[in-house]
């Protein structure tokens, strides 16, 4: 039977560690456990942050909140709503692709680096992470980075885990900085639209200065035309300039049109959480960081795969859904050859999908990295394998 | 008397430099190798003139692949190294030593790839900053982290420090704009580190490189994000007759959902000398000047300045100036980018570069105020508002020995101030040595065993850069 940990201060869970160095017990941690394994499956007594919890410094003004790892996502995101600000990189929610329960914590947005389709415009959750508390494999309580933005004092620990998902110690207070909510927004679609054409136009409008603040393709699928999705932000009447010039200047493309605010909403969302990949719609699920101009490529493969795509991030992120014949191994080789890095979302419960590594030199360092964190390798073994 | 110590050079190196430069001259071609004491005379300090030290040899590789070399000759012969870019660090991080090799990136400035799909440019790290911009301004987008220094610096120094610049308040930082980088590890490895790609997955060693002034490695090639160039952008000058009555004006606008490009402040004394020097139509009769950039077309930037103004309206604004070409657009910003260079012309200084919650602006310019006039000097302060990293110029005569130390003393009170009041040691400029015996102020023992121990995963030796950013003592190698 695994345990079950749930400290309720940073002073305990410092504790707990300090006590589990001599015995050899090892931690899986979790936040509120919506997001599955990413970055790999950990083993080990169950860690969560969830008693953790609460927000500890909010300042408007200074667009900044801070807030104890485990302190519930949607706690945070109502006290930013309450004064018109918002975490600027628009979180995906995994629980509709995953089936997941629960409530996603803050702490996990930064530990595993989650963002959503804002990113391609405003950067992503370790971009915004400013400062971070956190204990290490020592039982030290450590910080780095601290509530200013601007701040370049000694090494930068903060990027670095951001998105190391907890194998280098247990987040425990995290510190972002937030931005105004924008008074409207504008969604422009494009319908039928084949996935090369639809790349360029996404392409395209990101290298306008009318400021996209999201880009995506959703494949035709069943009797629905592909969608081809562009997003402008900000005050009202410059939305409406800023979409016009756009649509005008995508229309070589295909017809760009707005489409209600409702209906924008819902695609965002339904880009951002990537539900259409849940079960039983797709067997395997992979997430492919790329560079754009690679996008095309991947997008090939998928169609030789038989897999279903969808791209956001102008073309940088795209999901691939594979049936149930197809080999995952042989998706993640293929799209590794073509310059994209795959990351195994979801897959059959018995297999584990580990990232491909990234070569013996990095890994060497990043071994030797995760060892000044965490010497006795106590927080989530097997996670980011081949990177430590 | 200056007080910042080095390390005493170490003699078993500094008796073995014919050697040295014999085996260097082996892996590097003639033209890249130099040991006259007259031409490394250029190399022997950075923008913190105050200090200096003659190094051992500087090289000036013209490819990773010599950069692995002099690095793995370095390496085998037990030598210190000193990262280098243009030498513009105001922390003496580029400073070298008596027992050191620097290698500076200086021949590496070429382009290697423009991405139009992909929005980022690779370039090797000698090149300058605005060189950046440069190449991408004909397709219609700019490098967004524009130190003041962009005309010289490079951004192998950029990658460096992590620098920022007035425009970073909407686009971020040096680590928000570099996707990958070529990284040359201490014994010659050459890796790369991210990619070309957005948020690579995998442990992230490319934000713990970047700001970690040239510490953990030299970087020969950088992939970059680069940004469309808005359709115009256009300046408002606000005086104001207190900072306070200022610094409520930024938080108004913030909180009003406004995030404008840029926006930065500067008082009376920095306000008097930079429009001696630069003509820029500064108001000479105000305690403080708001300079706040937006962009967008000229409706937009029309709405948008028609909103800040309305703000800062109703904060007491005593003098409202809008550009209204482009000419004025480019003095209003050279008046702000020569702050250094103009109040050089005045009297000799210090760049102070602490950050602070924005909240604590009036409390912390009254007290800095009273820490500078306590040691009988002058300070003139210009500071990006938006995000509150202050630059207070403490002004000293460099003649007077004591006259630098009370300067130094000063300087380090105010950082401590930053600290205290929730800011931090340097928002941009980087520790190198000028900051570096001031760690223990914003951080406990345990942070910064941390940050060793992480560093000695990439030079157990302490062969990069060693003098700067820790303390000399209480390092656990
Ligand atoms: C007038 C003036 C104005 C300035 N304004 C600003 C400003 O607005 N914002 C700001 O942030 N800074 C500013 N600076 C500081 C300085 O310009 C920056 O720190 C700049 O990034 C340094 O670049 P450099 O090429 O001169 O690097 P150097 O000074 O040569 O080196 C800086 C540091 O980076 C390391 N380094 C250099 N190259 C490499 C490399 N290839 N790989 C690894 N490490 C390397 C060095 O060892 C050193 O620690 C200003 C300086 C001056 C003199």
């Known amino acids: 039977m695994s345990t079950l940990y749930v400290p309720a201060s940073e002073d305990e869970l410092a504790e707990l560690v300090s006590r589990a160095a001599g015995t050899g017990e090892r931690f899986a941690i979790r936040g509120g456990a919506t997001r599955g394994a990413i970055g790999g499956r950990a083993e080990g007594s169950e860690l969560t942050t969830t008693g953790l919890s609460g927000i500890t410094l909010y300042e408007p003004a200074e667009m900044v909140i801070a807030a104890r790892a485990g302190t519930p996502l949607a706690e945070v995101e109502a006290a930013l709503a309450d004064k018109g600000q918002m975490l600027p990189f628009e979180p995906m929610d995994h629980r509709g692709l995953l089936g ?35 204990v290490n494999g020592r039982g030290e309580i450590i910080k780095s980075g601290g509530r200013v933005t601007k701040n370049v004092t000694g090494l930068d620990l903060v990027k670095l885990n951001a998105g190391a998902c907890g194998t280098l110690g247990v987040l ?34 990101l290298a306008t200065p009318f400021e996209v603040s999201a880009a995506a393709y959703i494949e035709a699928a069943d009797a629905e035309p592909s969608m081809t999705l562009v997003r402008i932000e900000g005050f009202s009447e410059s939305c409406a300039y800023r979409s016009e010039r756009l649509s005008e200047l995508l229309a070589h493309h295909g017809a760009f049109a707005p489409v209600g605010d409702e209906e924008g909403a819902k695609n965002w969302r339904r880009v951002g959480n990537a539900r259409d990949f849940a079960a039983p719609n797709c067997a395997a699920v992979l997430r492919v960081h790329v560079a754009p101009s690679k996008a095309p490529s991947i997008l ?37 050859e073509r310059g994209g890095h795959p990351m195994v979302v979801r897959c059959a419960a018995d297999t584990d999908w580990p990232l491909i590594g990234p070569g013996r030199a990095v890994a060497e360092l990043g071994k030797r990295v995760k060892a000044a964190f965490d010497p006795q390798a106590l927080f989530n073994p097997g996670v980011l394998a081949g990177y430590l | 008397m200056t007080h910042i110590q080095f390390p005493i050079p170490d003699m078993t190196i500094t008796d073995r430099r014919e050697e040295i430069i014999a085996a260097l001259a082996g892996v590097v071609p003639e033209e890249c190798l130099i040991v006259a004491t007259d031409q490394m005379r250029a190399f022997e300090t950075d923008a913190l003139t105050a200090y200096r030290r003659m ?103 950029n990658i460096g420090m992590n620098s920022g610049g007035a425009h970073c308040l909407k686009y971020g930082v040096t680590s928000n704009n570099v996707l990958g980088v070529k990284v040359v590890l201490n014994d010659g490895t050459i890796i790369d580190l991210g990619g070309d790609a957005m948020d690579v997955p995998g442990l992230n060693l490319l934000g713990l490189l970047i700001g970690s002034e040239g510490q953990l490695g030299i970087v020969t090639e950088a992939t970059l994000r680069i940004i469309p ?58 305690e403080a000047m708001l300079i706040i950039e937006v962009e967008g ?28 070409s482009a000419l004025e657009t480019a003095q209003i910003w050279k008046g702000r980018k020569s702050a250094f260079g103009a109040t050089g012309r005045v009297a000799d200084y210090i760049c102070m570069d602490g ?87 914003q951080f406990t023992k345990a942070d910064l065993d941390q940050q060793l121990r992480v560093r000695a995963a990439f030079d157990p030796d302490w062969r990069l850069n060693p003098a700067k950013v820790f303390p000399l003592e209480g390092r656990l190698i």
Request: glycine letters at 10%.
């Open chain 2, 55 to 157: 190094p051992l040899a500087v090289v000036l590789p013209r490819s990773t692949e010599e950069v692995s070399a002099v690095m793995a000759c370095c390496h085998a012969a037990g030598v210190n190294v000193v990262p280098r870019g243009a030498g513009t660090s105001l922390a003496g991080g580029a400073i070298p030593q008596e027992d050191a090799v620097v290698i500076g990136v200086s021949k590496l400035n070429r382009v290697l790839d423009f991405d139009r799909k992909s929005r980022t440019i690779t370039v090797e790290t000698g090149i300058t900053n605005v060189a950046v911009s440069a190449a991408v301004a004909p397709e219609g987008f700019f490098y967004a982290p524009d130190p003041s220094s962009q005309l010289a610096c490079t951004i192998g120094g």
């Open chain 1, 100 to 134: 997941t329960e629960g409530t996603p914590t803050i702490g996990a947005l930064a530990a595993a680096n989650i963002s959503g389709p804002r990113r391609v415009a405003a950067g992503s959750a370790r971009d915004h992470l400013i400062g971070i508390r956190m």
């Open chain 1, 172 to 205: 425990t207070e995290v510190t972002f900085k937030v931005l105004p909510r924008p008074q409207s927004a504008v969604t422009l679609a494009a319908r039928g639209l084949a996935p090369e054409g639809a790349l360029t136009a996404l392409a395209d409008a």
């Open chain 2, 229 to 286: 160039t808005a359709e115009g952008a256009r300046p408002v000058l606000f005086g104001f007759d207190s900072s306070e009555e200022a610094g409520a004006c930024v938080a108004a606008i913030i909180a009003a959902g406004i995030v404008p490009v840029a926006m930065e402040f500067m008082d009376r004394p920095a306000i008097e000398i930079c429009e001696a020097f630069a003509k820029a139509g500064y108001p000479l009769d105000v």
């Open chain 2, 355 to 441: 950050t602070i919650p924005t909240g604590q602006l009036p409390f912390v310019l009254k007290r800095l105020g009273e820490i500078v006039a306590g040691y009988g000097l002058r300070v003139a302060n210009v500071f990006h508002a938006g995000d509150g990293n202050l630059h207070p110029l403490i002004l000293f005569d460099a003649n007077d020995p004591e006259d630098q130390a009370r300067a130094e003393a000063a300087g380090n009170d105010i950082l401590k101030l930053c600290v205290e009041v929730g800011g931090c040691l340097t928002g941009e400029h980087g520790v190198g040595i000028e900051k570096r015996d001031l760690m223990g102020f």
């Open chain 2, 297 to 324: 077309s000229d409706a937009e930037v029309d709405a948008s300045l028609a909103r800040i103004i309305a703000i800062a309206e109703a904060h007491g604004v005593r003098v409202i100036k809008q550009s209204r």
């Open chain 1, 300 to 336: 090939e493969l998928a169609q030789r795969l038989e897999a279903r795509v969808m791209a956001d991030w102008g073309g940088g992120l795209i999901w691939l859904g594979l049936g149930a014949d197809a080999s995952v191994e042989a998706a993640m080789a293929g799209i590794a």
